[in-house]
Each structure stands twice: as C-alpha cells, then as structure tokens.
C-alpha cells in the first residue's frame, strides 16, 4: 500500500484490497467466475449501485473491476478463519535484520 493509499477511508481500502487481489492474480481471475468474500458489509451495498453514484475515487476502482466476472459475499469476520488467522502470523526475521536491531540497543 502506498503512503497515499494509507489515506483512504475503510470502504475504499476494502475495495482496493478486492481489486488488488483480482489484478495481482489475474492469470486465474480473468476469464473465470471468481467468488470474493469479504468481512466489509458496505462494500456489498457500493458493488450494487450505479457507477456515476460512488465517489470518484471508488468509481475509479469499480471501471478497473468491470473486466473481471465476479461475485461479492459478505461474510462476518469470525467466519474467515484462514484470512484472519494468517493477517496475524509474525513474519520470519533474518539475523540481518536482528542485528541491526540488537545494535540499535
């Protein structure tokens, strides 16, 4: 995410989350049904309505999603094990990166 994506309000990083799954894997997602679950429940509401009805910057994203055939499912949080579960798995450290901290100190 870039610094001026850390900006967005929660409903265009929910978006911009599905569309960079979509793009980031479109050798599978193009072409194909896709499901897309998520735990936004807004998000479905804004998919539904017209285009020239979301903001801008929404709007900007929703063109970019029209290539892909997919349908959104609103799924509460406590249901996506997987999801939640590896958001919160600590990243491996490299001794590289332990020493600097370590030298720090």
Known sequence: MTEAETGYAQIEKELLSVLFALERFN???YGVKVLVENDHKPL???LKKCLHDAPLRL?????????????????????LVVAD???RAPL???????EKEISCY
Do not use: N, V
């Not at 491996?92 to 332990?98: G, K, R, Y």
């Open 59 to 79: 709007q900007r994203m929703l063109l970019r999603l029209q290539k892909y055939d997919f349908t959104y499912k609103h799924k509460p949080g406590k249901d």
């Open 92 to 98: 491996p450290t490299t001794d590289s990166e332990l």
């Open 85 to 87: 579960t590896l958001s």
């Open 44 to 46: 479905e509401i804004i």
């Open 27 to 29: 050798a599978y997602t």
